[in-house]
């Protein structure tokens, strides 16, 4: 069993930066952010894998977030800097027990964070 806990989320003006960080207790294989807004199913943002540290982005982050981990604390973290109006949403942390970083592509994961709700106002 993983668990996670999510911190970092709020309000930023466009063009801002926020960080999101992600605890986890437990192994996992794969661990990453996704997004889901209203209405919407979840979307994978970014993954890494535990071991190799392999990454995914998806399309309309890149450039603008990065995701690294440390793993003597076993936290990911998303820095996403530039944010935009097309940002806002519930981001929430997963981890799988099978997959890297793949699982942002699946769309699945074992384990899910509460979510942390980022902002993009002016």
């Known amino acids: 069993q993983v668990q996670l806990v999510e911190s970092g989320g709020g309000l930023v003006q466009p063009g801002g930066s926020l960080r999101l960080s992600c605890s986890a207790s437990g192994s996992y294989t794969g661990i990453g952010w996704f997004r889901q807004f209203p209405g919407k199913e979840r979307q994978g943002v970014s993954c890494i894998g535990s071991r190799d540290g392999s990454t995914y982005y998806t399309e309309s982050v890149k450039g603008r977030f990065t995701i690294s981990r440390d793993n003597a604390k076993n936290t990911v973290y998303l820095q996403m800097n530039n944010l935009k109006a097309e940002d806002p949403a519930v981001y929430y942390c997963?981890?799988?027990?099978?997959?890297?970083?793949?699982?942002?592509?699946?769309?699945?994961?074992?384990?899910w964070g509460q979510g942390t709700l980022v902002t993009v106002s002016s």
């Open positions: 997963a981890a799988d027990s099978l997959f890297r970083e793949g699982i942002c592509v699946m769309g699945r994961a074992d384990y």
